[in-house]
């Protein structure tokens, strides 16, 4: 991925990270270096996202809160924040499709309502987490897949503007995840789509076109903390 791309993968995460916390009250930082929150993030979400290599690890713990349960999204995978009481969590791939022509999978629907918001984060699992703010950002697009009965059984978020849409919070109870990545593809077909992914996740989305582009690596300070994984 030229670094430009891979820049725009990370801040385009950051930005998703920035509203589902703002959904929360929690305002965010951002600027050159970073994206970060002062306070805990919510769960499965980082307290900050690095934006380009090279960040000095104390200057971005500083504005964190870094004690027990913090966690770092390190787009690069070049921090070593070993020495700050964190470990690795997991190692994961951005991952890039380039504008193209859409597949044959139909798109998926998006969710409009709070009501039809409830039960769609009830099936990804993330309950709570998702609140009605996210239906009203025009950046946000919230999807879902039924079936012939009306059941979801799968969705995905497009979070982003006109040239980059990054793809997240993607879930299936079916046993054909490269459906919903198909399903997702055709929802916006001409736009570049970034996001990550790591094993053995990362798999049904490369059959569905997209390409590993670098690694990143989240950190997680010492206690346990839900793996901020979007």
Not at 147 to 162: E, F
Request: proline share 10%.
């Amino acid at each position: 991925m030229p670094e430009d791309l891979r820049t725009a993968a990370a801040r385009n995460n950051a930005e998703w990270c920035d509203i589902v916390c703002g959904s929360h009250g929690l305002a965010g930082r951002t600027d050159a270096e970073a994206w970060s929150v002062p306070r805990r993030s919510p769960p499965w979400y980082p307290d900050a996202v690095t934006l380009r290599p090279g960040v000095d690890a104390e200057a971005l713990l500083a504005r964190i809160d870094a004690g027990s349960g913090a966690s770092v999204k390190d787009s690069f995978a070049d921090l070593d924040l070993s020495g700050y009481g964190f470990r690795v969590l997991f190692d994961a791939q951005w991952i890039h499709r380039a504008p193209t022509d859409p597949p044959l999978e139909a798109p998926l629907i998006p969710v409009t309502t709070p009501e039809d918001l409830a039960v769609w984060a009830a099936a990804h699992g993330g309950g709570e987490l998702f609140r009605p703010a996210l239906l009203t950002d025009p950046r946000v697009r919230v999807l879902a897949r039924h079936n012939d009965q009306g059941g979801l059984t799968g969705g995905a978020v497009l979070s982003g503007g006109s040239d980059v849409y990054g793809v997240s919070n993607l879930f299936t109870h079916t046993n054909n995840p490269r459906s919903i990545w198909h399903g997702v593809c055709a929802t916006l077909p001409r736009t570049t789509l970034v996001g990550y992914e790591s094993t053995p996740d990362l798999t049904p989305a490369l059959e569905a076109g997209f390409t590993p582009t670098g690694p990143l690596r989240v950190w997680l300070h010492d206690q346990p903390h839900p793996t901020p994984s979007r």
